[in-house]
């Protein structure tokens, strides 16, 4: 039995004890899924007492709608799926736009082929990163816009495939490999340009 | 390619788009050290990002939301057995299964009763004004009535769907 059918088998088991009345049960998905649903919540709202808010009402929703779940997708796509389209239903009643969550820190640099600031040498670039912290690299992914920080961690940090990310952020694969290729020039470039910054 | 170079992209999807290789920037990386150089990095920057600590609720989110479903339904909460008191607080969270049509039934009497009841005492007098309204406006005022009715429900199962769709069940 491959890994993917494993996870299916836990999670039909899962949702049928929850269907019968196993409390316990749904606090065990709770507990499975609250990593990948925090990665979610984290990126997509700043504000703490909304991401608490926001994460009751995500496994309220799971928990009234379970009984819906076709196991079409793994039971963690799902629920991520709920938690993102709850977390862009709160931004968008908070009048934030889906183009909003395009806007970071460093809107008015060029990321395109031409531009790469202080290196036009990889060999910059591998100095750059090999003495990178994570401390600062957490800093500058979260500067990167909402939308772009929660793809680049739910495919490298998270691991999730294309597929799963188009199913939790309903955008098409074309749609998803630009943004990610976006994602990542903007975090590369925004690396180099605090190296030259320091430097200087 | 640029200056005999990969782009930034081609070197992004040698990287990781494994299932459609370009065999052109496969052969290339086997030759150009600058652009084996530049994939190497990126797969150093994530592989970084890889092991990054992922960020986690301050609080017990499962202790929060079991106390809330059971909040939802007082008879769960009383209910010493943790599941039977599940299936009450399910029924109230996705509504009851059979529901009371009562209310349903009266605020249409209610309606059908102030609509009918002028309608029925001044029926001689509508029938008089009807009947000096050329046919044609008589025509126009029920198509705008129904167009706009048609406009309100079809807005009104817009908005359902919308609803629907942003669970995505």
Sequence with gaps: ?200 | MKNGHLTDEMIQEFIWSSENPDLSARAHMLTCEHCKTRAENYQLLFTEIEQLSKPAFNFDLSKLVLNQVMEQNPVASLNADPLLATIPAIEKLNGPRRKNIWPGIIITLMTIGLIGTPVYLFLDSIQDIISEVSTMVTYLIIMTVVLIAAFLVFDEYRKYNHQINSLDI
């Design chain 1, 1 to 200: 039995m491959n890994h993917i059918s494993e996870n299916n088998e836990s999670d039909r088991r899962l949702v049928k004890s929850v269907l019968s009345g196993d409390t316990q049960a749904f606090g065990k998905i709770i507990k499975n899924t609250e990593g990948l649903v925090a990665q979610i919540v984290f990126k997509l709202v700043e504000n703490r007492e909304d991401r608490r808010d926001l994460a009751q009402d995500v496994y309220l929703k799971v928990f009234a709608n379970l009984s819906g779940f076709k196991f079409q997708s793994k039971l963690s796509t799902w629920i991520a799926q709920i938690a993102y389209n709850t977390c862009i239903s709160q931004l968008q009643k908070k009048k934030l736009s889906l183009t909003d969550l395009f806007q970071g820190e460093n809107e008015g640099i060029e990321y395109s082929d031409n531009h790469h600031p202080a290196s036009a040498d990889p060999e910059i670039e591998t100095m750059v990163f090999q003495k990178q912290q994570a401390a600062i690299l957490k800093i500058e992914i979260e500067k990167l816009p909402p939308l772009f920080k929660t793809l680049i961690t739910l495919f490298h940090n998270e691991q999730l495939s294309y597929e799963e990310i188009g199913i939790i952020t309903g955008l098409p694969t074309g749609t998803l490999r630009s943004y990610l290729f976006r994602a990542r020039k903007m975090l590369k470039t925004n690396l180099l340009l605090r190296y030259k910054k320091e430097e200087l």
